[in-house]
């Protein structure tokens, strides 16, 4: 029954901005951490961003000061911030809580 959704990908030129948001059903969330994955064809899939349940963030480098990664308990939902992108974040992103996994979705930044 619990389930990730993710929305918000989409089609934008490098130096634009996307947010994306994973609401989660059927379970409420608050005490477990939440993360950000993404994986473009042919390479392995790639962990983001990362919010504990106390809001203390961690990021990949090469994200660092691009993108903000944030949750709202109350809603069940986490969002990633992503701006200034760049065509090497063309990926399908993936929202992560303890062992379960969303659905993705497509981000695509052209140049």
């Known amino acids: 029954q619990v389930q990730l959704v993710e929305s918000g990908g989409g089609l934008v030129q490098a130096g634009g901005s996307l947010r994306l948001s994973c609401a989660a059903s059927?379970?409420?969330?608050?005490?477990?951490?939440m993360d950000w994955y993404r994986q473009a064809p042919g390479k392995q899939r790639e962990l983001v961003a990362s919010?504990?349940?106390?809001?203390?963030?961690e990021y990949v480098a090469s994200v660092k000061g691009r993108f903000t990664i944030s949750r709202d308990n109350a809603k069940n939902t986490v969002y990633l911030q992503m701006n200034n992108l760049k065509p090497e974040d063309t990926a399908v992103y993936y929202c992560?809580?303890?062992?379960?996994w969303g659905q993705g979705t497509q981000v695509t930044v052209s140049s």
């Open positions: 919010i504990t349940s106390g809001g203390s963030t």
């Open positions: 059927g379970s409420a969330f608050s005490i477990y951490a």
């Open positions: 992560h809580v303890f062992v379960i």
